[in-house]
């Protein structure tokens, strides 16, 4: 799977109508990796310990404020 938009990963994320403060800190400035030089969302593998083959993508978004971090399923955000 090559990486998504990142605007339309935006998109999804924003149709999930999470609490925009921070849990941690109540700050409401979150950050969703861009690639450098290009429109696509970083995306991030997860890999099994058991297994290298086996594993799933995920996009994070980040607060800017404290650097907590929640993750997201990227085949699951994007067939919503």
Do not use: Y
Request: glycine letters at 6%; charged letters at 20%.
């Amino acid at each position: 799977m090559s990486n998504p938009n990142h605007a339309s990963v935006i998109r999804q994320i924003e149709k999930l109508n999470i609490p925009n403060k921070c849990p941690l800190c109540g700050a409401g400035q979150w950050i969703v990796p861009k690639r450098r030089s290009t429109e696509e969302a970083e995306v991030m593998a997860m890999v099994s310990i058991h297994s290298l083959t086996d594993g799933f993508g995920f996009v994070p978004m980040i607060c800017g404020n404290c650097t907590a971090t929640q993750f997201f399923h990227l085949d699951s955000l994007m067939k919503k």
